[in-house]
DNA sequence: CGAAGGCTTGAGACCGCTCAAGACCCGTGG
DNA sequence: CCACGGGTCTTGAGCGGTCTCAAGCCTTCG
């Protein structure tokens, strides 16, 4: 299984390999596979046997566990860089959420069974797959924290406030409720939440638009 | 700086490092440092600079994040083998929780700047990293969806079942405090969460003691 | 025996959830 | 260009599970 010449190139490129020796990059493109992953489309299920490590390289993923009535529960949105799949590094697990692109996702694959040689082979990739999952690490620890101790209002200031802005307008980058279920919400909540932010002169929403009038005082609010 | 004859000895005999070559094993125990923790105490606070990696070798630790009035939210109970410190890993970012040991510990200890050593000089130790990373990321993500979809019994009833039994007994291993904090609860509602149980005819409770009655029903009250 | 800490029990309040309906947005096709 | 339709989001009303506050109990340890 070798790779598209043209798709070797674009990853070779990529942010997540720079300063990356050629020969061991060389080696992981024949190691790894590249993949392509439809807007919508999921890349695996909860339940499933991967046997493989994915590293995201453009795009975004969405990781949901299926919840009542057709409902979902979101645990965690990934970007490019992010590296998952890790139920293949643990044998005799199953993979504990359902993996969605939520835009045309390129991927690097690795067989679980490769991971070891690429630990030796390609030590700059091992030590960034620990950073990353170490970053993982973190956020669900403030997602933790966020959801055991704030109000449903407090969670979606904070959730503003970590969102980029151009200039004071920040944009929410998935649907309302893929947000509302990641703040552990319900889409009423969260659009109540935002309204009483707005009445209290904190910011403007229109659609995904979300003007940040008052930065300090939103941080204030998670004191 | 050195360990101890007999420290070196008793990391070399951990199931941790089973089937380590002993090179590479001497040469972990030259860059890594052990460090013990007695009862009660802290290994770092939250915002605290780490620059460390810990490998916790015996012992449990908990980690958890300071809450309103004195009190805190557990985020995770580590136990021998795990990984943490994590933000070692992760250039300009601080330590996210305390670290709190509930019995007295034995650590190894690396410096953030020896690891990328350490994954080409040991790569066995750098893949039991990667997978105890993965295992602690899948175990956040069950505690998001208990505490995102499940009911204070509920989530009583999952804990209880992964409770190690002697027979059809359980022992709560930290205070029920604690245990209630990691669960998302009050005090309060763990207690009665547990009477509820009891009062069910599922499990009786006395002190830290829990007898499963009926390990099925407990478990088909998840659905 | 007394004190301290942890746990339990009770009563009441509140926040977020549920259910239901209506408004908005946007792509599609006439 | 406009009307339509599906999906998404908002708004309203009422309910209920969990939290809060407070007191009492039990165990442990000095």
Redesign the pocket.
Known sequence: MTIDKDVQKKIAAHPLFEGVARSQLNWLLNVGQAQSLPKQAYLYHRGDQSGFLYVLLTGHIKLSVPA??GSEKVLEFLGPGDVFGESALLPGTTLIADAQALQTCELLVIAAADVMTVVTRAPFLAQKMLANLSKRVQALFRDMESVSL??????VAEYLLRQPREGNQAHLPY????IASKL????????????QLAADGLIS????KVVIHDADKLQAMLA
């Not at 704030?150 to 969670?155: D, H, P, V």
């Not at 649907?175 to 893929?178: L, N, S, T």
Request: overall charge positive.
């Open positions: 009542e009535r704030l109000s449903a209002a407090q969670r649907h309302k409720r893929a552990g919400l319900q889409p009423e909540t969260f659009s109540r939440s935002l309204q929403v229109r659609g995904a």
